[in-house]
């Protein structure tokens, strides 16, 4: 028995949300990601409308707007929930029994298995970052890339295609421009948010699709209708 009915790799908005609609209903959800300090951390403060019921609306404050207090509203919510499992690991290939994906691998060596799987890493593919004359291989500022599972992904014949986003200068951060790969649009299906290459695969977010906060996280709430209506 798989130890998660989902597992999530990336607690970003859209990976956070769809676990956070898992969770409630009472799945078994485990939510990887790289940093514990970087869940549901936004570039820029959120600002509303937002989807109802969501994660995003109800870690919302307008009377604090600074987005590290946002990320402790958002952990918190979801580390209340108990049939979800909150950790820290870095995913360095998928786990496959035949076509099918059964967990992933991980740096820290401890594999994380699911019996079913969602992508949710967004810049963090192929990410460099230019800051000014500086080039990182990362996400986000201080946030490394996934070159190890970009490697294996690459390997089993996934597509991409590059993307690039910018971050606007804030009176706390300089501005930056972040260049990622996503997987190819012929890789994805929207309507299930299957990765076709392999069963038992999905992906929500940037890694996919381009989007907003609140349409990642409206997507991770389909996504996890999707799932719930899958797991019966």
């Not at 958002?74 to 998928?94: D, I, M, N, S, V």
């Not at 300089?174 to 190819?184: I, K, M």
Request: charged share 25%; with cysteine; glycine share 10%.
């Amino acid at each position: 028995m798989a130890a998660y009915q989902v597992l999530i790799v990336g607690a970003g908005f859209s990976g956070a949300e769809t676990a956070f609609w898992l969770a409630q209903k009472g799945v078994r959800v485990g939510l990887l990601t790289q940093s514990l300090d970087a869940v549901m951390m936004p570039f820029l403060p959120p600002k509303p409308p937002f989807p109802p019921g969501s994660l995003l609306e109800r870690a919302y404050d307008p009377k604090d707007e600074r987005v590290w207090a946002f990320h402790a509203r958002a952990k918190y919510l979801l580390e209340g929930l108990r049939p979800l499992h909150l950790f820290q690991a870095t995913a360095t290939g998928l786990l496959l029994e035949g076509n099918r994906v059964v967990g992933v691998r991980t740096w820290e060596g401890p594999p994380a298995r699911g019996e079913k799987v969602v992508l949710a890493v967004g810049s963090f593919l192929g990410a460099r970052l230019f800051l000014g004359g500086v080039v990182e291989e990362a996400g986000r500022l201080s946030e490394a890339s996934y070159p190890d599972l970009l490697e294996d992904l690459s390997r089993l014949g996934f597509r991409f295609v590059e993307r690039e986003g910018e971050v606007p200068e804030t009176p706390s951060t300089p501005g930056y421009r972040v260049r990622y790969l996503a997987f190819h649009p012929e890789e994805w299906e929207e309507k299930t948010f299957r990765l076709k290459r392999l069963e038992g695969l999905y992906a929500v977010g940037l890694c996919v699709r381009e989007g907003d906060y609140a349409r990642m996280s409206e997507e991770g709430k389909r996504l996890a209708e999707h799932l719930l209506h899958e797991l019966g």
